[in-house]
T-cell receptor
Framework: GAVVSQHPSWVICKSGTSVKIECRSLDFQATTMFWYRQFPKQSLMLMATSNEGSKATYEQGVEKDKFLINHASLTLSTLTVTSAHPEDSSFYIC??????????FGPGTRLLVL | DQQVKQNSPSLSVQEGRISILNCDYTNSMFDYFLWYKKYPAEGPTFLISISSIKDKNEDGRFTVFLNKSAKHLSLHIVPSQPGDSAVYFCAASARGVNNDMRFGAGTRLTVKP
């Protein structure tokens, strides 16, 4: 089956630093990748939709200058949390679309900002 | 590795009948399970959950069953409605470890009028 990986699986950083999270589709090409953030009590929030070779589409309320998304190839999308603050501590999940409406989720990245 | 599996990519059901969506997992550390529903062009929305201390949780037309020995859970929708047509993802987490979720690949449910 299709596999999506994320790296790192967890990261601890100091407030004010930037953190890059990678999302890779290992055995298929994904023209579209999605970034989510998991909030307490289960809810997932779609942050942005990333299309290969074009600018990401951000959901309302998500700061595009803070959460930089780059989708440079058909197998890699990156999310960079710039100038991270403790309130950015969360669980970030990506997914890659194999074909329409079929998404494969990555294992997620746990970010802790001190 | 695929720790959460939804082996049926699609399911078609007649309106008014029962929809049963299945999910299997491999990690015995998982102790909390969730179902998400996703409409086109939207992010997944939380539907129902179950803790490993229970084997059933019901919320209106939606019931989730958990069989820990078989590492299997299922979502029942009764009666099914056309508005239930969506992609359903099951997810699992190990709250005693790190609470991070693992998702299945999803099952597309189509409820026909």
């Amino acid at each position: 089956g299709a596999v999506v990986s994320q790296h790192p699986s967890w990261v601890i950083c100091k407030s004010g630093t930037s953190v890059k999270i990678e999302c890779r589709s290992l055995d298929f090409q994904a023209t579209t990748m999605f970034w989510y953030r998991q909030f307490p009590k289960q809810s997932l929030m779609l942050m942005a939709t990333s299309n290969e070779g074009s600018k990401a589409t951000y959901e309302q309320g998500v700061e595009k200058d803070k959460f930089l998304i780059n989708h440079a190839s058909l197998t890699l999308s990156t999310l960079t949390v710039t100038s991270a603050h403790p309130e950015d501590s969360s669980f970030y999940i990506c997914s890659a679309e194999l074909y329409q409406e079929t998404q494969y989720f990555g294992p997620g990245t746990r970010l802790l900002v001190l | 590795d695929q720790q959460v599996k939804q082996n049926s990519p699609s399911l078609s059901v007649q309106e008014g009948r029962i929809s049963i969506l299945n999910c299997d997992y491999t990690n015995s550390m998982f102790d909390y399970f969730l179902w998400y529903k996703k409409y086109p062009a939207e992010g997944p929305t939380f539907l129902i959950s179950i803790s490993s201390i229970k084997d059933k949780n019901e919320d209106g037309r939606f019931t989730v069953f958990l069989n820990k020995s078989a590492k299997h859970l299922s979502l029942h929708i009764v009666p099914s409605q056309p508005g239930d047509s969506a992609v359903y993802f099951c997810a699992a987490s190990a709250r005693g470890v790190n609470n991070d979720m693992r998702f299945g690949a999803g099952t597309r449910l189509t409820v026909k009028p």
